[in-house]
């Protein structure tokens, strides 16, 4: 019973990390989303919408395919 009780205390102090670990990726999966669906990427568009990974495969996408500045 003890290691449930256990169980119980790690889970209630992992909810929030968890929480924002969904509002992480929801947001970049999100904007990357709609720049692959406004630049007709299709194989990208289902890429991120099928994978989960924190947040790394938008954010990959997004720089990859950023608009050039005149700097650049």
């Known amino acids: 019973m003890c290691e449930l009780d256990q169980l119980s ?3 209630t102090f992992l909810m929030p ?3 924002l ?4 990726e ?3 999966k999100a ?7 406004r630049n007709n990427h299709l ?3 289902i890429c991120i919408a099928a994978l989960n990974t924190c947040g790394i495969l938008p954010i990959i996408y997004i720089l ?9």
């Open 9 to 11: 205390g790690c889970m």
């Open 17 to 19: 990390l968890i929480i």
């Open 21 to 24: 670990l969904v509002i992480w």
């Open 26 to 28: 929801l947001v970049w």
């Open 31 to 37: 904007i990357a989303m709609w720049k692959s669906a």
């Open 43 to 45: 194989a990208w568009f």
């Open 64 to 72: 990859k395919y950023r608009k050039k500045t005149m700097a650049n």
